[in-house]
């Protein structure tokens, strides 16, 4: 990370300019001011000497049970019916709701909170005793430090405040109680807590990849690894008393839920990591992403393309269209294979999650991520299966979690017209009382994904059956007591059906499980068993046969 200067270019439009230089370097370092940057860049270069660039060899990856495994991000203010759909919450909050930044100094108010009204202890202690897994998501950080923006945003040193506030926050909610109390520092009137055990994970920063809020909230990569360092583990030690692994060395830090699935990204932060951190790590537990499946259409040509909605519908759209496709179609067990292969070489133990995925329910054309009715099923039934599918596909892989985007609409869904106004579980309105319940705003989607939690929490991905219909896929899961359980579905966005399907189960009994409408188990019938088989219908809504 030692660069040379060599020349400095002055833009011209519409023209080459360039020069020589001597230099032998395996890496050039390209800075550009503002949107000067030019359009096309060529380099010239003759190799000088070998290196050896072969990639160590895949090892494999132990895939995980699925007690975590179904999410959705949510709010602290969600109704506990809703939450209750899920066994992981991402819930989502800024950080200064919990301190008043002032670096080594930096104090925590949670009951209640800094915002002035939240109780963080009740909202984390409810759902741990529901058996409900929260990674909180503390975001809305300026990659500039809160008291001195000319800081380095290289250096970990810039994020001391944040990375005080992670001490802080796992300190109280994580499970190590030797801590010394002398080093809790709360806010006057709150009161001193360590190792309630509430929580397991957390998630520093949500998108700081994305580039549509301008440069201040933006991280490049290098800043990105530098304040992960820092809130990670002190950047090693360096700062006491700050970052995750400081409070507690068995707590999960996910890194920073990426607005698309980036591996370019991951090995920028490696590259700054190999200069940066003696044990030449990355400084984080989870490899976290998002992506949104769509189609992009061309409105003059009529061209389609499959693109990651949350990245692509960005900046002059006049002449594009975008509509949501199925996770089948949109293929989002290729988007992981780079990241997934990647993982598997260099990080074998490091768990992947998607944290946002997801589809809307207003039908209209200027909603990007729609899920449209098409055939038989209503928009809320397609926007509901399709998030069954696609848990069923990220399953299949080893992805150990996923969290649907997200709890609860923000508007009426007749008038959510965008990106993500009503892609919720839950219909607006919504009365904000943790404690109310709101059955007649749930939508269909609500109680496919409930009865896929309670189906799958407490199982492990086994295989995908060979089918023997080519339009019907088949998972296999097991409990741990051994009993069996299959997902059966179409792939397709059609209407197909496969009437009479006949699936080999073996020996035993075993009952099909629906997904319905205020169901939270899905409609549940007994099969007939004949010669180790089970007939029933296969379509693009997938079901479950479960072995009693």
């Known amino acids: 990370f030692s660069w040379e200067y060599d020349e400095e270019l002055a833009p011209e439009q519409r023209k080459w300019t ?93 009951n209640p909170s800094n915002a002035g009204q939240w ?166 537990d989870v490899i976290n992403a998002h992506r949104y499946c769509g189609k992009r259409i061309n409105l003059k040509t009529g061209k389609t393309k499959n693109v990651d909605v949350n990245i692509a519908d960005r900046g002059d759209q006049s002449q594009m269209a975008y509509v949501g496709i199925s996770p089948d179609e949109g293929d989002i067990v290729g988007a992981f294979s780079t990241i997934m292969d990647w993982r598997d070489r260099y990080y074998p133990d490091m768990e992947i999650w998607l944290t946002e995925f997801g589809w809307d329910t207003n039908q209209s054309y200027d909603t990007s991520t729609s899920a449209h009715a098409y055939g038989e099923y209503t928009g809320r039934q397609v926007q509901g299966m399709w998030l069954v599918r696609e848990y069923l596909l990220l399953s299949s892989i080893g992805v150990e979690r996923a969290a649907m985007y997200m709890s609860r609409d923000c508007g009426p869904e007749e008038t959510a017209v965008g990106k993500y106004g009503s892609s919720g579980l839950v219909r607006f309105p919504i009365e904000i009382n943790p404690r109310n319940v709101i059955q007649g705003n749930k939508k269909d989607s609500f109680y496919y ?12 991905f086994v295989c995908e059956v060979e089918s023997p219909n080519p339009k019907v896929r088949v998972f296999k899961y097991e409990t741990k007591e051994g009993k069996a359980r299959y997902a059966v579905w179409c792939p397709f966005s059609n209407s197909t059906k496969v009437k009479r399907f006949k699936l080999n189960v073996g020996e035993g009994e075993f009952i099909l499980a629906e997904l319905a409408f205020e169901k939270y188990n899905g409609k549940r019938s007994d099969l007939k068993n004949k010669d180790g088989n089970v007939t029933f219908c296969a379509s693009e809504m997938p079901v479950f046969i479960i072995e009693k």
């Open 449 to 460: 994904v409930y009865t896929t939690k309670e189906i799958l929490h407490d199982t492990r």
């Open 119 to 284: 109780n963080f202890d009740e909202y984390y202690e409810r759902l741990h005793s529901h058996g409900i897994d929260v990674a909180p998501t503390l975001s809305t950080h300026s990659r500039r430090g809160p008291k001195d923006h000319t800081a380095d945003s290289c250096d970990p040193a810039n994020y001391i405040s944040y990375a005080s506030m992670l001490f802080q926050y796992v300190a109280r909610y994580g499970g190590n109680k030797n801590i010394d109390p002398d080093l809790i520092k709360v806010a006057e009137g709150q009161e001193k807590k360590i190792g309630l055990g509430y929580l397991t994970a957390v998630e520093p920063l949500n998108e700081p990849d994305g580039t549509w809020l301008g440069r201040d909230p933006y991280f490049t990569p290098f800043e990105m690894a530098a304040f992960l360092s820092i809130c990670y583990d002190g950047h090693e030690g360096k700062f006491k008393n700050v970052g995750v692994k400081q409070a507690d060395p068995n707590f999960i830090m996910s890194m920073s839920g990426g607005a698309g699935l980036h591996l370019g990204r991951l090995k920028a932060m490696q590259f700054w990591c190999d200069y940066n951190r003696k044990d030449k790590k990355l400084p984080f």
């Open 18 to 110: 360039g020069f020589e230089t001597s230099y032998k370097t395996r890496y050039i370092n390209f800075s550009f001011n503002n949107n000067q940057a030019p359009s096309e860049i060529l380099i010239y270069g003759y190799k000088v000497e070998d290196i050896d660039l072969t990639p160590p060899p895949r090892k494999e990856h132990k895939f995980s049970d699925l007690s975590k495994f179904v999410g959705m991000n949510g709010f602290i203010n969600d109704a506990d019916d809703i939450a209750r759909a899920c066994t992981y919450i991402r819930e989502y909050h800024p950080w200064t709701w919990t301190c008043d930044p002032d670096g080594y100094d930096t104090t925590i108010r949670l």
